[in-house]
Every structure is written in C-alpha cells, then in structure tokens.
C-alpha cells in the first residue's frame, strides 16, 4: 500500500518546488479554464514521470480531481513486476480518491515492437476515455524526453511537424485532446523531489535494456552526447532547441494557412502565386492540399513534385488508390486513373531526378563512368529497362507515336516506326519515347539509336533504368 501519512503537505512541497514555472505553462492555463464537472484521465506506469504527474494535479486542481481518473495498461513482460506496477498505481488512485482504470496485455510472448507497445497503449486509453466520456488525457513526458524524440526524429529524417513533438498540448479529430504538463521539468529534478518527499516510485527494469530504440538513446547516445557535450546541459539545449522549432513550425503553419485560404481548394492546384514562396511554406501548402485531396505519396516522390514544382518542369505522379498528380505549367492536378487515357499526348523536359509516367513507370538516369569491363555490359544490356547513351543534360520524354522516325543500331537512314515494327506496334503503345533535341534516341524495348550508342571512344555514358 502507498502510504502518504501527510498528503497535504506532499501537495504543498509539490507546489512549492514548481509554482512559479508551472503556472506560466500553456498547460497550467488550459486545465486550469476546464470547468469542475470535466472528466480529466491521467495515464501512469508507476514510474517517476507519470507518478509526479499525478501529484502535481491534484495538488493544483482538486476541484477537478473528484472526477478524475487514472488509467494503466499492464503489459504483462515482467511477469510479477509488470502486477506489480499495476497494484501501485492502483493503491495511489485508491489514496488519492482517484477513479482507477487498468487493462492487461494477454499475449506476453509476442515481442511486441517499440511503435505497436505505443499503439496498444493509446487504444485502451481511447477506448476506456470513451467510455468515461472524457477527452482529456495528460501524459507524464518530461524534458528528457523531448531530447529523446529529437534525437529519434532527426533520425528518420522528419520535418518541422515531426521536430516538434512532444507537444505540450495537442488536439485530435476525434475530439481528444493531449496535454503534457510537465515538459518543462527534467527528469533528474523530478525524481529529486519525489525523493525529497519521501516517495516512491516503480521501476521498470525493461528500461535499462537497450532492446528499444528509445532505450538505447536514452541509455547510449545521449550519454555520449553529454559526455562530448562537457559543460553544456544537453537536455536543457534539446528542449530550448525544440522550442524555436515549435516557434517556427507555428509560423510556416500560419502563413500556409493564411495564403491557402485565399485559394479555392480543388482537384487543382494553382502554382503561379506560390511557386516562389520561401520552400518550407510552398511543401505545407503542398501537403496541406494533397492531404485535402486524400493523396498520400513516398518522401522520395514529393521532394522529386517540390523541386519539379519550383522548375516549372512536367511530370505524372502515380500514387495510390488509382490517382494520379499531373504537373504541367502553373496547375497541379488530381486526375483519377479510369479517367484518363495512357495515349493522350505529352512532353516532358527531363533536366534531372526521376520523373513518373502515366503508363504507371518511372524514369532514373545517373551518369555512367565507361571502362573496358563495363563495355561488355554495356552491350549486353536489357534495353526493355535500361539504356547507355552518349551523355546528354536535357532530355525531352513525349508519349509513343508510331509516325516518328527512328534511326535503328546500324542504319545510316531514318525510318518510321510503324514501317519497321508493323504488328507489334501495339506493343509499344504505353512506352514512352526518349528525344536528344529532336532525335529519337531511345524507345524501351528497342536498342539505342544509332548517333547516341556508346562506342570504344566514350569515356561516360548516361543510364537510363525504366521500371
């Protein structure tokens, strides 16, 4: 049983080691505007964090306590420790005149990832808050934390929106809402005063096992960091850091919006007024208007529209569930697949990057250094998915015409392509064509063009992959 013989006095020292930095936090003045009969849950794992979490709001809000609840996921790994945890947390609601919610995990022998452990955890949050009928739930991150999802983040290349989190306060869709009153207190001041205190709390041994990303940052690298770092407080930094991302992340979202709402959002997107924009504010309006339009493509791709965007190129993106972007001169637009005809004309000017058909395939090119090995591969090569050619910056890619003439490997005459494919031309319909100024040099399925194979002499080529 957790025994607080003086529980007033905890909320006093509670107060009195926060006060004057809580109560100008966006968290403090949020909670502090709900009205009393508001259901607040409160997620905690009996550790340290979500322990002083729980301390800090009810000693702050008791008029919003009486309808309070704290809600606890066993996760069943540590056997009699995980039930542990729960009878802890369960015994503080108890002390504290706490609503107490848990759920336990069955399938212990599953090794449960990282993302899905998070997952499963906000699940039995979301549904347990729904059936309280609450949509406020506060979370027990703290500054370490932030340092530990930057770090993460940065990893896995995330931008501005991805950057900023933790969020101190977050609103969903569905109506929940997040907040994480005490970001702004590190972990080593938490446990200090709960020691302090004289409180205990649980530990979960799991964590000090590196078998999780976040553990291992937490246990590894930011140690090391720290080391390096010598006087600098890296998790004070992190979070300072953090702050100016938020900062300028609230910004770009502000002008975004603010130039989208003088926009009429459709299928199609206007470029003219935008395409100059510094580039941070032209990919939140791209991805606010793509989101509009239920379009989700790969990072790879929407760095490939941006920059084709701000080029004033022409290009085709397929993405999923049969649409398609097409980008030609100052309109971006959104065009279902069955609504449109793989064998309407179109001319692409090719500087660089990747660039996507409407057949559905895409186009690679990367410069090719030529020695005497390679000169065997180089002719033998499946020219129905690659070509060599002699090195060109620009190319031109237009859709397949068979009354375009074509100079085979071997032949000093231009011929048209219907004279010499015949009946197969149908099987070339859906290719694209591939134009050095106005040469055909290349048709995949057919060999380079004479003027552009690579002969003995040529010390670079270009490769194309089609696929």
Known sequence: MVVFPKIE??????????????????????????PNETKVCLACS??????FLVLLFCAYFPNLAKNASILHLNHNLRGKESDDDEQYVKNLAEQLGLNFFSGKLKNIETFYSEGTLHDIRHKFFAEKMRSIGSNILLLGQQKNDIAETVIMRLSRASGLDGLSAPHEIRKFSNGQIRIRPILFISKVRIESILSNLGISW????????????????????LKAIQEFAKQYDIVENFAESQKQIVEANE???MFASNHLAKMEITNKLNLSEIRHLPVAILRRILNKWLAHNNISVKKTEFDSLLQQIREKETSVFNCLENKQLQLQGDILKVVHQNQRS????????WIHGEI??????????????????SLKKILQCDTSSEAYIAFSETLTVKNFCADEQYTRF??????????????????FKEEPMLYINRDICWIPG?????????????KHALLLTYS
């Open 202 to 221: 649980r530990i979960d041994s799991s964590n000090l096992q590196c078998d999780y990303f976040r553990n291992e940052v937490r246990n590894v690298v």
């Open 446 to 458: 057919l060999s380079v063009a004479d003027t552009y194979k690579i002969k003995a002499n040529h």
């Open 342 to 349: 793989h064998s309407k004309p179109f001319s692409i000017q």
């Open 46 to 51: 009996g550790g340290s964090d979500s322990v």
């Open 410 to 427: 071997g032949h000093s005459t231009p011929k048209k392509l219907k004279a010499f494919l015949r009946n197969k031309i149908e099987c």
């Open 356 to 373: 996507f058909l409407p057949n559905g395939k895409s186009l690679k090119k990367r410069l090719f250094t030529i020695d005497q090995k």
């Open 9 to 34: 006095e905890i909320f006093s020292g509670i107060k009195g080691y926060v006060d004057s930095s809580f109560c100008h936090t966006a968290s403090y003045s949020f909670i502090k505007s709900l």
């Open 251 to 253: 910004a770009i979202e």
